[in-house]
């Protein structure tokens, strides 16, 4: 089955760590996508990569790292400088960088500061 | 970034009932995406529309891209209990994508 995983599901870290994400697709997709959800909020973009080797910041990117050293995988780094945490978090990727392209989204990672 | 302003943020209505919700927004877009969300879950897609004046339906779902560009809405007829969810829009212009607050929907058997 095709689609896009995310693991774990649920992530307990202590104030002062870092703690990677893991999100993985088997859908050939060019772009990928991290996103943080908040309560009452929209999605906001953290980071961004439209080819292997390369990506980009979005809104929110302080105090997050990435890589895309494979087309398939694109790991997020939540790093102790991210001042609150504590959120939800979506993977997604789309097959091109077009706009007739729709995002599909990963099952999501929780994570929880301790 | 800007988000989109999405409307209402939440409803609670009976089993049967029709429910309409909207996105407005300054900006323009060439690509408007509805998804559902269940609890704990990522966003699943709905329906996407690409062009201005677009009518597209799925199922009991029915939703429209605005003329100008700058709104759609999403129609869900004859509600059933599994309707349940937060319904996101997104606009889409080339990479940039921005998303409502989302709909939190409520069906009462």
């Known amino acids: 089955d095709g689609g896009i995983t995310q693991s774990p599901k649920y992530l307990f870290r202590k104030e002062g760590q870092n703690v990677t994400l893991s999100c993985e697709q088997n859908?050939?997709?060019?772009?990928m996508y991290w996103y943080r959800q908040d309560p009452g909020q929209g999605l906001r973009l953290i980071y961004y990569?439209?080819?292997?080797?390369?990506?980009q910041k979005g809104d929110i990117a302080e105090g997050y790292s990435v890589s895309r050293e494979k087309k398939e995988s694109f790991p997020l780094t939540v790093t102790s400088a991210q001042k609150n945490p504590t959120a939800f978090y979506l993977c997604a990727s789309k097959v091109g960088t077009g706009p007739a392209n729709e995002q599909f989204f990963g099952p999501g990672t929780r994570l929880t500061v301790l | 970034g800007q988000q989109l302003n999405q409307s209402p943020q939440s409803m609670f209505i009976q089993e049967g009932e029709d429910v309409s919700m909207n996105c407005t927004s300054s900006?323009?877009?060439?690509?408007w995406l509805w998804y559902k969300q269940d609890p704990g879950e990522g966003p699943v897609l709905l329906i996407a529309?690409?062009?201005?004046?677009e009518l597209t339906s799925n199922g009991r779902l029915t939703a429209q891209f605005g003329i100008t560009r700058k709104d759609s809405f999403l129609n869900i007829s004859a509600s059933i209990p599994s309707d349940v969810g937060i319904y996101f829009c997104?606009?889409?212009?080339?990479?940039?994508?921005?998303f409502g607050a989302g709909t939190r929907l409520t069906v009462k058997p």
């Open positions: 900006s323009i877009f060439n690509t």
């Open positions: 997104a606009g889409q212009w080339n990479n940039d994508m921005r």
């Open positions: 990569s439209q080819i292997v080797n390369d990506f």
């Open positions: 859908l050939n997709h060019d772009a």
């Open positions: 529309l690409y062009k201005a004046g």
